[in-house]
Every structure is written in C-alpha cells, then in structure tokens.
C-alpha cells in the first residue's frame, strides 16, 4: 500500500494541469479546484488509472444567494487519504459532464443533486427522481437557498 504522502504528491501531479489551486487542509486530505466542469471527467480518470482511492460521494453546496454559484465536490477515498476534486458552477446554467459511463456508482449521486440542487449532468441515462414525488414542480430546487419551504412544491 502506497505512503499517505506519495499518494496525495502523485494525486497533485496528475490533477494540478486542471487546477486553478491545490490545498491540503489536512496531512491526508487534499482538495483541487478545478478550472473548468469538464475537466472533473479527466481528472477522476488519472485518479482511476492510478488506483489513487474510489469515488465515495458527490457533495454539493449551494455558495449563497449572492455569489450565484453551485459547488460541487467529488470526493475519491483510499483507507487514509481523501482527494476532493471541486467544481464551481453558475447557478443560471449548472451543466458538469456525468461520471456515471467510468464509475457506475456515480449515478445514484448524480442524481439525487440534480433533484435538489438542478445540476445537469451530460451523459447521465436515469434521470428519475430519487426522494421527490414525481409530481413535484419543475425548477424547484428545495437544497438551493432560494428555495422558500412555505411554498407549493408539489403540482396536483
């Protein structure tokens, strides 16, 4: 098994042509910006092909009401290091290629933030929703701030 500090300086090797900065908040976590949403598929294939830890959640966040930006994180984990590859996104057109085609697992992430979030994942097949009734109103998005929780989600 490969050193804690190999791993995070070959995972910076091969993600830093992508990133706009590279942070380690932490001796086994390192968290790379990237530039552009379509380099999160070429950044998580070097992960892959370098066995550099799986994909174990896509998170997002919503920046705030003001910065009108999404971000997402896709987080790759071996038994001690964490790599997070992160993305920002306008929340006007929130579009990321999808990973689900390379790492199947993805899917389920995918679009569970598509459903709360609004992100448009290219390439994603299944885009059924996960936790909202189907009946709930397109462009809702009840994780984004704006979302007001008295209104009427729900279309009869």
Avoid at 60 to 87: K, M, N, P, W
Avoid at 121 to 148: M, S, T
């Amino acid at each position: 098994m490969m050193d804690t500090e190999i791993i995070l300086q070959t995972a910076r090797l091969l993600v830093e042509e992508f990133s706009e900065r590279i942070e380690t908040p932490a001796p086994n976590w390192m968290n790379a910006y990237l530039r552009q949403p379509q380099d999160v598929v070429t950044a998580a294939a070097a992960l892959r092909v370098k066995r550099l830890g799986y994909l174990a959640a896509i998170t997002a966040l919503d920046v705030g009401i003001d910065a009108e930006q999404l971000e997402l994180l896709y987080h790759f984990c071996t038994a001690r290091v964490i790599i997070s590859l992160r993305v920002y996104l306008p929340k006007s057109s929130p579009i990321v290629p999808s990973l689900s085609d390379m790492i199947p697992s993805a899917e389920s992430f995918e679009r569970e933030i598509r459903e709360m979030f609004g992100v448009q994942f290219i390439g994603l097949r299944n885009i059924a929703h996960l936790y909202l009734p189907e009946n709930w109103q397109e462009a809702v998005y009840p994780l984004r701030k704006e979302f007001d929780p008295q209104q009427e989600p729900i279309v009869s």
